[in-house]
């Protein structure tokens, strides 16, 4: 997980401070598939290829990991890439009819 550290008003019964505290640093992730932008994330900003990979199994996108031959994150972290194999069956109705048909 990633925090920083900002500047906050902690009020209590006693009284009033202003301090640094930690919080959870909320990141932006475009998923791309196939050349097609389909969704926004926020995020924690770790392990964002297995964020992906799981949203794109939750959706029904993909049955399997063999159904992914590349997924590639750019420079920034706020993109990744995902190309599927020619396993990959879309066939069913999931995300990506759902948003390119």
Do not use: D, F, R
């Given at each position: 997980m990633s925090l920083d550290k900002i500047p906050v008003l902690r009020i209590t019964e006693e009284k009033r401070r202003e301090i640094r505290d930690a919080v959870v640093t909320e990141h932006s992730l475009k998923i791309r598939l196939n050349?097609?932008?389909?969704?926004?994330?926020?995020?924690?900003?770790?392990?964002?290829?297995?964020?992906?990979a799981g949203f794109l199994y939750s959706e029904g996108t993909i049955n399997c990991k063999k159904d992914i031959s590349k997924a590639v994150l750019n420079k920034n972290k706020t993109v990744i890439e995902v190309t599927t194999s020619e396993h990959a069956d879309f066939t069913k109705k999931n995300l990506f009819n759902r948003y390119l048909a």
């Open positions: 050349g097609h932008e389909i969704i926004t994330l926020l995020c924690s900003p770790s392990k964002l290829e297995y964020l992906a």
